[in-house]
C-alpha cells in the first residue's frame, strides 16, 4: 500500500529509560503488618499451592519493585500495571513485601513479554504491525444478531501489548490550547557549538541526547532536582476534518529532561531521551504514568454483522500522514474520557460507501492507547483498506 506522507520523516533517536516516573513512591505504607508465614505483610497472599500447574512465581526478595520485576519477566518495565493485575491482593503497588509470592506466569500475564522494548537505552524503532492471535484457525458458524448464518475463522486469542514505549511516549496529544506550561528550554550550555557565531547569536539550535540545558523556570514554578519532565513542541490547532470546529492543539512529544538543580529564576537539565531534535522554547510538563494498554485483539466486524450501535467519532489526524493509514500507524480520534473511552478499548473504522443504497464500508481497527478528556491517541491495529483522516470511528 502507498501511503501519503505530509512531512518530512523525522530520526528516532536512542532513550535512555527511567523507571521513576513509571512506578514513583509516593505513598505512605501500610500500618498494620501480620505474620504469613515465615514473614510479615500487609496483604493476604494466596497459598503458591493454588495457582495454576505450571504457573511461574516470584518470591519477592528485599529491593524488588514491580517495575524491576516487569523488567524480568516481560523485557519492559512499563507493563508493571499488569503484573500488579494478576496479583490483585496487593492494594498499593508501591509497596511489596519480601517472602511473598507473585503469580508472573499464567492467563493473563505469560504474553506481556510481547511488548517491544529493551533494557537500558534502545532505540525507538518505527512500529510494527500487531498480530490478533496466534494458534491453528478454525472453521465454526455462528449466528449473527439479524438471524443471519454466519461462518467465522475462530483463533486461539491471547492478550497482547498493543503499542510500545515510543508509541506512548514519542507521539502527543490534542489538548488545550492554552493549556498551562510555565518551564522552558532557554539555551544550551554549549554555546559556542550549538549558536551559529558571527551570524545572529540568539538563533534557534536543536538538543540531543546527553545535551546540557538552561531552562526557564526554577522551584517556584515546579521544577524539582533530580526529576524527569516531557519536552513539549506545542503545534498547530487541529480542525475537525467533517465539522471544521477546532478540536485544540497538537502538543508534540519530543524528548525528556531531567532537572540537575534549580536556581533562582532558572535551572539547569540534561537531554535524557529524545524522539525528535529538541527546540529552543519547547515547553515541559510532569511526566504521566501511562501503561501500555494490553488486551485481547478481537477481529474485524465479519461482513454481515452490523454496527455496533456505540459511541462514535471520527480520525481527525494523525502522525504526519493524511493518507495510506496502515497497521501500526498511529492516529488521533476526537472521543475521549469525556466519552467513556479508556486505554485498551478497540474501535472499528468505516466509511460511506459510494453507492447510497449500501451499508458503510469496513475498513480497520484501532486500539485505544492514551485518552485526554476529548479526543485520544490509538494505534492501527488492522485494515481491510487504507484509512485516512476523516474515517468514522465506531467503539466495538
Not at 490483585?88 to 505469560?110: F, K, Q
Not at 496466534?134 to 492478550?159: C, K, L, M, Q, W
Not at 487541529?238 to 497538537?250: C, E, F, M, S, Y
Request: with cysteine; net charge negative; hydrophobic share 35%.
Amino acid at each position: 500500500m502507498v501511503s501519503v506522507r505530509r512531512v518530512a520523516p523525522v530520526l528516532l533517536l536512542v532513550i535512555a529509560t527511567s523507571p521513576a516516573f513509571a512506578q514513583r513512591q509516593t505513598s505512605q505504607p501500610p500500618r498494620e503488618l501480620h505474620r504469613v508465614g515465615d514473614h510479615w505483610t500487609a496483604y493476604n497472599p494466596p497459598d503458591p499451592a493454588s495457582y495454576p500447574a505450571g504457573a511461574k512465581t516470584h518470591e519477592i526478595k528485599q529491593g524488588d519493585t514491580l517495575w524491576d520485576l516487569a523488567q524480568t519477566y516481560y523485557n519492559n518495565g512499563y507493563l508493571w500495571p499488569q503484573l500488579w493485575e494478576a496479583n490483585t491482593w496487593i492494594t498499593d503497588a508501591h509497596w511489596i513485601y519480601p517472602g511473598d509470592v507473585l503469580l508472573v506466569e499464567g492467563e493473563g500475564t505469560s504474553v506481556a513479554a510481547s511488548a517491544e522494548a529493551g533494557e537500558g537505552t534502545t532505540p525507538l524503532a518505527t512500529v510494527t504491525p500487531r498480530g490478533a492471535g496466534t494458534g491453528e484457525p478454525t472453521d465454526v458458524f455462528a449466528t449473527s444478531s439479524s438471524g443471519i448464518p454466519v461462518a467465522r475463522i475462530v483463533r486461539e486469542n491471547r492478550p497482547l501489548a498493543l503499542g510500545t514505549e515510543a508509541d506512548i511516549y514519542c507521539y502527543g496529544y490534542i489538548g488545550d490550547p492554552n493549556e498551562p506550561m510555565p518551564n522552558t528550554i532557554a539555551s544550551h550550555e554549549d554555546t559556542d557549538v550549538k549558536y551559529v557565531l558571527y551570524a545572529n547569536p540568539e538563533m534557534p539550535a536543536s538538543a540531543t541526547i546527553g545535551d546540557l540545558v538552561f531552562l526557564n523556570g526554577d522551584a517556584s514554578t515546579g521544577l524539582v532536582a533530580g526529576d524527569t519532565y516531557l519536552v513539549i513542541d506545542a503545534k498547530e490547532m487541529i480542525k475537525h476534518p467533517v465539522t471544521g470546529a477546532d478540536l485544540g492543539r497538537q502538543y508534540d512529544y519530543v524528548g525528556q529532561v531531567r532537572v540537575l538543580c534549580t536556581e533562582e529564576g532558572r535551572s539547569r537539565a540534561i537531554v535524557v531521551q529524545t524522539c525528535r531534535e529538541i527546540p529552543v522554547g519547547a515547553r515541559l510538563k510532569p511526566i504521566p504514568q501511562l501503561p501500555i494498554p494490553i488486551a485481547r485483539v478481537p477481529d474485524l466486524p465479519a461482513w454481515c454483522d452490523p454496527p455496533s450501535g456505540k459511541t462514535s467519532g471520527y480520525i481527525v489526524d494523525s502522525r504526519e500522514w493524511d493518507l495510506g493509514l496502515v497497521e501500526g500507524n498511529l492516529v488521533q480520534i476526537d472521543l475521549g474520557r469525556n466519552d467513556q473511552l479508556e486505554p485498551g478499548d478497540f474501535l472499528t473504522v468505516s466509511r460511506p460507501s459510494v453507492r447510497k443504497d449500501q451499508p458503510d464500508v469496513v475498513l480497520g481497527q484501532l486500539g485505544v492507547l492514551t485518552t485526554e478528556d476529548r479526543t485520544a491517541t490509538a494505534i492501527v491495529l488492522a485494515t481491510r483498506r487504507e484509512l485516512q483522516i476523516g474515517d468514522r470511528v465506531e467503539l466495538r
